[in-house]
């Protein structure tokens, strides 16, 4: 089994914790999913015309754009 095969199978079964009401699921999950978002926005703001924006205002964006959409 691959590492990327290991982290799907954790990711599936946080998932299913979090979705059958499990707190620390729902924690992990999120935790997870902030970090990754954040070294996407790391990435983004390299770029000259992201400059003007900070990693925690763009994860917080993005945040909310994925909240108000589910």
């Known amino acids: 089994m691959s590492q990327d095969d290991s ?3 954790w990711l599936e079964t ?3 914790r979090a979705c059958n009401g ?4 729902e924690n992990a999950l999120f935790a997870y999913v ?4 954040e ?3 790391r990435h983004m703001l390299r770029r000259r015309h992201f400059a003007a924006f900070s990693v925690s205002d763009a994860v917080q964006e993005a945040a909310l754009r994925l909240w108000q959409r589910w």
Request: charged letters at 45%; proline letters at 0%.
């Open 39 to 41: 070294s996407i926005a």
């Open 14 to 16: 946080l998932l299913a």
């Open 7 to 9: 982290r799907l199978e």
């Open 22 to 25: 499990d707190r620390e699921a």
């Open 34 to 37: 902030r970090e990754r978002l």
